[in-house]
């Protein structure tokens, strides 16, 4: 359903005034109460004419949805309430449809809303123009160059969480549809010295922050930079943190809409290595070093930071530490090159990193200008959208360089405000063919120029003062400017030579105070030269030329040596005052849509409105003189048609309907109603009313109108109303009645048809139930007959049976009576065997009995067929307790003998060589229990296999019993060798135990004894018969971990050869015979020095002693 076109105005539910042309009286008072009125009442849109007044709400107001998109979408400007998007749609439509250029001109204080304001009016444009994928990309582009711009160049400061510290102007082209199809950024005056210093409560640029609390980990690491912003003196820690902000969010949108305006992944690297850097810069300090020539020269006091900035730009570090050591000027073919000391090197480091930034954001916006151009060579519409600070003054001569050139600038928007608005007023009336009449204003031309002008004005006279040779200081160029500008009538200067100021105390010395069209400001001069003069030194940009880093070494065009240019860059207050005058030029050319942005309260707070503070506002921003201007001629014009439709109800001939021209019928009306000619005049298309108070008259009038109409309305509606009702009370009734009537007949033909149907049934009942009763008897009396025979059955079946029992039992009682009879004969008969034999027989077979039980027991309890199990069942009964105990010696036997059926002849052999040797030891040397494990293997050393030892094999052809290796006690000193011991069936042989060679070998004859201790060693000697030819030398003496099995296999040997026992000696004390000595061997305990192992030394000549552990 197409929506119905409500013919609504401005003039409808006004709080106030919503246009203040219609203030009535208008003064300062007056035109605060109204604005006060409307925020108060969350109107914070006013008229002024078609200038928009924006009280910043410092709150969301639920006035920019959708919703009211539509609303305003394709209305006129004054149809609906006072709002920004009936600027904005006033603005595009025009650009549309007549082929207007646009700018929209947003001017404010700082925090007044202006950045807010133009986005609202980029968004609003963005809902209503064209609809399309290509369209939607550029619309978005536009949209997202926002967030990239903020963050780089928006900053907290005690004003304002986002405050912009830059104008911009950017101009939306569209085709001839309305289609947005790309756009252009300017950007004015970036506060770069923020990059270095921020007064307190406030914030260097967002990106830094956003870059330190959002990159990740990764990306920190490759920036080489820390998370900590306490870390970086750039950075102000007092208010690192704003309140509702989220730095590292807001990083991801920016990455985000950075991608979308269409930087590839490479270039916000570069961005942000930049960013870095500069961080980084802050860190560099320097230390004075005095040189032998007296000067003073700097030095960086740690060179860490200087190098990770060399690496992230990839510069020479040489190149970057001289840069900030020296400073070479060069005039014509003259180099001179001079040392910095300390504070020109920290001025040399801040110049760097505020020109670093400040390109780096030209940049920024050259590369988002690229993304957005629009790419059709079509003819384009431009719609230009201006954020710039409004007029700036602070309290204590604060002013500086920087509010100069703001205030400058604004004065150039307030001078085309007043000749577009006037122009466009005279161009209306002759349009309307209304005669001019001339209107009297404050033309500020004349400030304009003190400041601009080429000859004498402030500007020139600065840039003239930075160019001049000699020393040149603030205070030189206020000199000047007391001598050229001592007669401007808007200048003052308590110095100047018309002594008008001379007792003025509110005027410094070192000031000069300029008369705006907004009010006085007092500039400061300090800083003026230097801010203009805006020096980086030259060997700073030849190091930044030679980044390897392209972006940095583009950033830096004048430090290329084939360019070298003597020539002065321009300075700052010139290329200001060029880029203010394209842009004034530019807005010139364009229909100028103005919104002025007021802020209602210091403290960003909703609900508070400081009169004082707006009214200061609305002195500067000229308000009162944009209404007198606007409403110099007519305060009030409307076309025709809107203008009878909304009071032709006030005379008879117009209402309900004129038929004619609407411009007869204002005039008819008009007339009728007796307003003075002079109050009003006839244009072409439209009225023009000379004063509000008739409009509100009209109004008046009307609204009186709109009662009795209302009334007669509401009569007549009600009176139709009433009948109808009654009409529709009427119908229902009898619809109600007729259907009452079908419904009561109904029930009761309901009724009856129920009542016969009891009555019939009760009747049919009545006859069923008697012919049942009469089925009911004659079944009956045929039921009793058969019982009566059944009963007479039964008695004479019972008879029966009770004989038949009867006759059962007679018999059974004869035959059980006979069988007792017959036992108890049988019994008497055999009374006396049973007692002579019974007794021994029962107590055989009990025997029997338990003793088969025992072995079947002792079947199931037999112990393991292990010799060494010493399990034995307990015993039963006690008459048993020898064939127990037989039982179980006959058992192990039989185990035992299984046991060694399973031995080979090997195993057999050394069971005997053990048991021969536990009848030679068992209880005699405590060494043997630990033999007893010990399998005697006899050849321990394989002599066999090991090829060292093949010529000792060969050397020997009997049977080896024993190879190992013993220690061999030296005789001399009671040292140990190691010699491998070996016994054949007829000879005992020591061999080197290295090279295998045999050292000594005795035949078993002359083998005579073999002596060694009772202890848990492992010494023994053998003893040589006297006189032999191996005795020759003395007895040995050994020492080895077989010792038993050695001596029990010699022991053996021994006597299968020669038939006669070796004799062996144990005992703690015995004598050997060395060459010609007795030497007695004595074994004594203890000596735990060397641990468990026994040691052995040679006392005397007579004593040998062996300490056992
Ligand atoms: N229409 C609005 N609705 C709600 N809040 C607003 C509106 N306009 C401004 N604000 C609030 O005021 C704050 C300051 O606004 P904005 O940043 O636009 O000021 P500005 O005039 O651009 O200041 P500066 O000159 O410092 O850049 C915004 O962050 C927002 O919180
Ligand atoms: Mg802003």
């Not at 404010?108 to 807010?116: N, P, Q, V």
């Not at 043997?928 to 066999?944: D, H, K, M, R, W």
């Amino acid at each position: 359903m197409a929506k119905m076109e409500v013919k609504t105005s401005l003039l409808d539910n006004m709080i106030g005034v919503g246009d203040m042309v219609l203030l009535e009286p208008l003064n300062e008072e007056t035109f605060i109460n109204n604005l006060k009125k409307r925020f108060d009442h969350n109107e914070i849109y006013t008229y002024i004419g078609n200038v928009v007044i924006s009280v910043n709400p410092y709150r969301p107001l639920p006035i920019y949805s959708p919703e009211k998109v539509e609303d305003y979408r394709n209305r006129n400007f004054y149809e609906l309430s006072p709002h920004i998007f009936a600027l904005s749609d006033e603005a595009y439509r025009s650009l549309r449809d007549q082929d207007k250029d646009q700018c929209i001109l947003i001017t404010g204080e700082s925090g007044a809303g202006k950045t807010e304001a133009s986005k609202l009016v980029m968004s609003y444009v963005a809902a209503v123009c064209g609809k399309g994928a290509e369209v939607n990309q550029v619309k978005e582009q536009l949209l997202q160059s926002n967030p990239v711009l903020e963050a780089f160049g928006n900053a907290k400061t005690v004003r304002n969480d986002n405050s912009s510290r830059f104008g911009k102007y950017m101009d939306i082209e569209f085709d001839f549809k309305g289609d947005p199809l790309g756009g252009v950024i300017s950007n004015y005056l970036l506060e770069k010295s923020r990059v270095v210093k921020q007064p307190r409560g406030e914030r260097n640029f967002h990106v830094f922050y956003q870059l330190l609390s959002g990159a990740s980990e990764e990306l920190l690491n490759k920036l080489t930079l820390e998370r900590d912003f306490s870390r970086y003196n750039y950075l102000s820690l007092d208010s690192a943190k704003v309140n509702g902000v989220d730095d590292a969010a807001n990083f991801r949108t920016v990455r985000n809409a950075m991608q979308i305006v269409g930087f590839m992944d490479h270039e916000a690297e570069s961005v942000l290595e930049v960013v870095a850097a500069v961080l980084k810069l802050g860190n560099i300090e320097f230390k004075p070093e005095s040189r032998v020539n007296g000067l003073d020269e700097s030095k960086i006091k740690d060179k860490n930071e200087l190098k990770e900035i060399c690496e992230l730009t990839r510069i020479d570090q040489s190149v970057l530490e001289r840069a900030f050591s020296f400073r070479t000027v060069e005039a014509k073919q003259e180099k001179v090159s001079t040392t910095l000391n300390v504070a020109q090197a920290y001025y040399a480091r801040d110049a760097l990193a505020k020109n670093l930034y400040s390109r780096l954001f030209s940049w920024l916006v050259n590369r988002i200008n690229e993304s957005i151009k629009a790419q059709t060579k079509v003819r384009k519409k431009v719609m230009g959208v201006l954020d710039i600070y409004g007029f700036e003054i602070f309290e204590n001569a604060d002013n500086s360089f920087e509010q100069f050139i703001i205030n400058y600038c604004n004065e150039k928007l307030q001078q085309i405000f007043i000749e577009l608005t006037l122009k466009e007023e005279q161009e209306e009336y002759v349009r309307e063919g209304i005669e001019w009449t001339h209107i009297d204003y404050f033309n500020n031309a004349i400030i304009c120029d003190l400041i601009e002008n080429n000859t004498n004005g402030i500007l020139a006279m600065l840039d003239e003062e930075c160019l001049r040779p000699g020393t040149v200081t603030d205070e030189t160029f206020l000199e000047k400017l007391n001598q050229v500008c001592a007669t401007h009538q808007h200048f003052e200067s308590r110095m100047s030579k018309s002594s008008r100021f001379l007792n003025d105390t509110s005027l410094p010395h070192s000031c000069f105070r300029i008369q705006h069209y907004a009010g006085k400001v007092l500039y400061q001069v300090e800083g003026f030269v230097d801010k203009n003069n805006d020096l980086l030194y030259r060997d700073l940009s030849q190091a930044m030329w030679k980044a390897g880093h392209s972006l940095i070494k583009s950033l830096f065009p004048e430090g290329n040596p084939a360019k070298i240019n003597l020539k002065r860059p321009p300075t700052a207050g010139s290329q200001f005052k060029a880029s203010v005058a394209t842009l004034m030029k530019n807005l010139q050319t364009k229909n100028p849509n103005y919104i002025r942005c007021i802020k209602p309260n210091d403290k960003k707070a909703a609900h508070i409105f400081s009169e004082a503070l707006v009214c200061h506002q609305i002195r500067y921003l000229g308000l009162l003189e944009s209404v007198r201007v606007r409403r110099a001629g007519y305060a009030f014009r409307q076309a025709y048609e809107p203008c009878l439709e909304r009071y032709k109800m006030l005379c008879k001939q117009t209402w309900p309907h004129w038929k004619g021209p609407a411009r007869a019928g204002v005039e008819v009306l008009f007339n009728e109603l007796e307003i003075p000619m002079e109050e009003y005049s006839f244009g072409r298309s439209k009225i023009f009313i000379r004063n509000p108070r008739t409009l509100f008259k009209l109004e008046d009038l009307r609204k009186q109108r709109l009662e009795d109409l209302a009334t007669l309305i509401q009569k007549i509606y009600r009176g139709w109303k009433c009948r109808t009702h009654f009409l529709l009370m009427r119908k229902s009734q009898i619809v109600i009645a007729a259907w009452y009537r079908r419904y009561a007949q109904q029930k009761r033909y309901q009724q009856i048809k129920s009542s016969t149907l009891v009555i019939q049934s009760y009747i049919r009942g009545w006859k069923a139930r008697k012919i049942l009763r009469e089925l009911k008897h004659q079944k009956r009396c045929e039921e009793a007959a058969t019982t009566i025979a059944a009963y007479w059955h039964g008695t004479q079946a019972r008879r029966e049976l009770k004989r038949l029992k009867e006759e059962a039992r007679r018999k059974h009682a004869v035959a059980v009576i006979w069988a007792y009879w017959l036992g108890l004969k049988v019994r008497r008969e055999y009374r006396k065997f049973f007692r002579a034999n019974a007794g021994k027989k029962i107590y055989e077979f009990t025997l029997q009995r338990i003793v088969q039980k025992y072995f079947l027991e002792m079947k199931n309890k037999m112990p393991s067929l292990s010799p060494i199990d010493k399990n034995w069942p307990p015993r039963p009964y006690l008459f048993l307790d020898s064939t127990h105990k037989e039982l179980k010696r006959i058992f192990h036997l039989w185990r035992c003998k299984k046991y060694r059926d399973q031995f080979t002849d090997q195993q057999k052999l050394i069971y005997e060589e053990k048991l021969e040797a536990s009848e030679l030891f068992k209880d005699k040397k405590a060494l043997y229990p630990s033999s007893v494990g010990q399998p005697f293997q006899g050849a321990y050393l394989e002599i066999n296999k090991n090829p060292k030892y093949k010529k000792l094999k060969d050397a020997i052809e009997e049977k080896i019993i024993i190879a190992e290796v013993v220690n061999k006690i030296n005789r001399a000193n009671g040292k140990s060798t190691s010699r491998i011991f070996l016994l054949t069936n007829n000879n005992l042989l020591l061999a080197d135990q290295k090279s295998g060679q045999i050292k000594s070998e005795v035949p078993l004859v002359d083998v005579t004894k073999v002596s060694m201790s009772s202890q848990n060693d492992g010494f023994f000697a053998v003893h040589l018969k006297e006189g032999s030819e191996a005795a020759s030398k003395g007895d040995f003496l050994f020492s080895s971990d077989h010792l038993i099995e050695m001596a029990t296999k010699l022991y053996r040997t021994t006597l299968s050869q020669t038939k006669q026992k070796l004799n062996i000696e144990i005992s703690d004390e015995f004598l050997v015979q060395f060459r010609q000595d007795k030497v007695c061997v004595k074994f004594i305990q203890g000596n735990q020095k060397n641990g468990r192992v026994p040691t052995c030394k040679r006392k005397n000549n007579r004593l040998l002693e062996v300490a056992v552990p």
